[in-house]
């Protein structure tokens, strides 16, 4: 079955980089996200990248596809406080009736001033 | 704002009750999607609905069902309530839905039930 994983907590230094590691098993994954949850919030999608791909860039948002490994990271550079919230990486899978995401536990970022 | 609307926005209730979860997709999106986020069981799909039929079913129980009207919002309802239920519940919606699409998040249903 499919299934995602994240490590829980992350702690970093206002304006250090934030790395998010989660791996997943579906290799039929064509998408991969990732979202954020702000506290008391929904969830904002971030960024997304296709499974033919290594890398996207979207300003400080860095994300690493290792298609192999089946590992996807999330990295942002100069990491300020407002970043503080939990993300979530998901993978979509697309069976054979419609189209769903499996999410990660989430690993919550804290980033100290 | 990811143009998808929930209401209401939180809801106490008892248990054996039953509730209703109301879904505006974004303008011109057919999909609408159900997620419960839990503190036990993380975020979780529960079901799809495109252009008024369900397509995809996640692990929602039989106590709770959804339908999506011609308007195209859509409805989650959970009856005999249990403690348990509580619980964040999303709505989110994508353009079509046959196609890995991407999906947007609306604010969540906050469900405490007592």
Same mark, same amino acid.
């Given at each position: 079955?499919?299934?995602?994983?994240?490590?829980?907590?992350?702690?970093?230094?206002?304006?250090?980089?934030?790395?998010?590691?989660?791996?997943?098993?579906?290799?039929?994954?064509?998408?991969?996200?990732?979202?954020?949850?702000?506290?008391?919030?929904?969830?904002?999608?971030?960024?997304?990248?296709?499974? !033919?791909? @290594?890398?996207?860039?979207?300003?400080?948002?860095?994300?690493?596809? !290792?298609?192999? @490994?089946?590992?996807?990271?999330?990295?942002?550079? @100069?990491?300020?406080?407002?970043?503080?919230?939990?993300?979530?990486?998901?993978?979509?899978?697309? @069976?054979?009736?419609? !189209?769903?995401?499996?999410?990660?536990?989430?690993?919550?970022?804290?980033?100290?001033? | 704002?990811? $143009?998808?609307? =929930?209401?209401?926005?939180?809801?106490?209730?008892?248990? &054996? =009750?039953?509730?209703?979860?109301?879904?505006?997709?974004?303008?011109?999106?057919?999909?609408? %999607?159900? /997620?419960?986020?839990?503190?036990?069981? $993380?975020? =979780?799909? +529960?079901?799809? %609905? /495109?252009?008024?039929?369900?397509?995809?079913? &996640?692990?929602?129980?039989?106590?709770?069902?959804?339908?999506?009207?011609?308007?195209?919002?859509?409805?989650?309802?959970?009856?005999?309530?249990? +403690?348990?239920?509580?619980?964040? %519940?999303?709505?989110?919606?994508?353009?079509? $839905?046959?196609?890995?699409?991407?999906? /947007?998040?609306?604010?969540?249903?906050?469900?405490?039930?007592?």
């Amino acid at each position: 079955g499919e299934d995602v994983e994240q490590s829980l907590f992350l702690s970093v230094r206002e304006g250090d980089s934030s790395v998010i590691n989660c791996t997943y098993t579906d290799s039929s994954s064509t998408y991969l996200y990732w979202y954020k949850q702000e506290p008391g919030a929904g969830l904002q999608l971030l960024t997304y990248i296709f499974s !033919n791909m @290594d890398m996207k860039q979207d300003q400080r948002l860095t994300v690493l596809l !290792n298609k192999k @490994d089946k590992h996807l990271s999330l990295r942002i550079a @100069d990491t300020q406080t407002g970043d503080s919230a939990i993300y979530f990486c998901a993978e979509s899978i697309l @069976d054979n009736a419609g !189209n769903m995401l499996t999410f990660g536990g989430g690993t919550r970022l804290m980033v100290k001033p | 704002d990811s $143009g998808v609307t =929930q209401t209401p926005k939180h809801l106490i209730t008892a248990t &054996g =009750q039953r509730v209703t979860l109301r879904c505006s997709p974004r303008s011109g999106d057919l999909s609408v %999607y159900w /997620y419960q986020q839990s503190l036990d069981q $993380g975020l =979780q799909f +529960l079901i799809h %609905y /495109y252009n008024g039929e369900e397509r995809a079913k &996640g692990n929602i129980l039989e106590r709770f069902s959804a339908q999506q009207f011609p308007d195209l919002h859509s409805e989650l309802n959970l009856s005999s309530l249990e +403690l348990g239920d509580s619980a964040l %519940y999303f709505c989110a919606s994508s353009p079509g $839905g046959a196609t890995q699409e991407t999906q /947007y998040f609306g604010p969540g249903t906050r469900l405490l039930v007592l």
